[in-house]
C-alpha cells in the first residue's frame, strides 16, 4: 500500500459512475467520477478527476487516501446491516410462530 502510485483510479474518495445496461446490468465509466473527499469544490474535483481518470499521467491531488481503507469501511458497514437484518427476521419469526402459537389455541377452545 504505500509503495502504490498516488491516483484517483486508487482513491478511498473516487465514487466511480456506471450505467445501466439493457440486460439491467451495470458497467462502470473507468473515465468517469467524482470525489468524495469534501474538501475542494466541485469544479476544483472535476478537473483532478477528469485529468487523472482520461489520461495516464494524472496524479491524485493532496487528500488522496488508499482504496483500501474505503473497501475494510464498506465490508465493516455491510456486515453491521446483516447482523442487524438477522436480528429483524429472528424478531419476525418469532412473531409469526406466536401467532401460529395463538391460533391454535384459539382454534381449540
Same mark, same amino acid.
Given at each position: 500500500?504505500? @509503495?502504490?502510485?498516488?491516483? #484517483?483510479? @486508487? #482513491?478511498?474518495?473516487l465514487s466511480?459512475?456506471?450505467v445501466k445496461?439493457?440486460g439491467?446490468?451495470?458497467q462502470?465509466?473507468?473515465?468517469?467520477?467524482? #470525489?468524495l473527499?469534501?474538501?475542494?469544490?466541485? @469544479?476544483?474535483s472535476d478537473?483532478?478527476?477528469k485529468k #487523472?481518470?482520461?489520461?495516464?499521467?494524472g496524479?491524485?491531488c493532496?487528500f488522496?487516501?488508499?482504496v483500501?481503507?474505503k !473497501?475494510?469501511?464498506r465490508?465493516?458497514?455491510i456486515?453491521?446491516i !446483516?447482523r442487524h437484518?438477522a436480528?429483524? !427476521?429472528q424478531?419476525m419469526a418469532f412473531? !409469526?410462530?406466536?401467532?401460529?402459537?395463538?391460533k391454535?389455541q384459539?382454534q381449540?377452545?
Open positions: 500500500m504505500e @509503495n502504490q502510485t498516488k491516483s #484517483c483510479k @486508487n #482513491c478511498r474518495y466511480w459512475h456506471y445496461m439493457r439491467g446490468t451495470f462502470r465509466l473507468d473515465s468517469c467520477g467524482h #470525489c473527499s469534501g474538501k475542494m469544490t466541485l @469544479n476544483q478537473k483532478i478527476i #487523472c481518470l482520461r489520461t495516464c499521467h496524479e491524485a493532496e488522496w487516501g488508499p483500501e481503507i !473497501l475494510e469501511e465490508r465493516e458497514s456486515e453491521d !446483516l437484518t436480528r429483524v !427476521l424478531e412473531t !409469526l410462530e406466536d401467532d401460529k402459537s395463538i391454535e384459539s381449540h377452545n
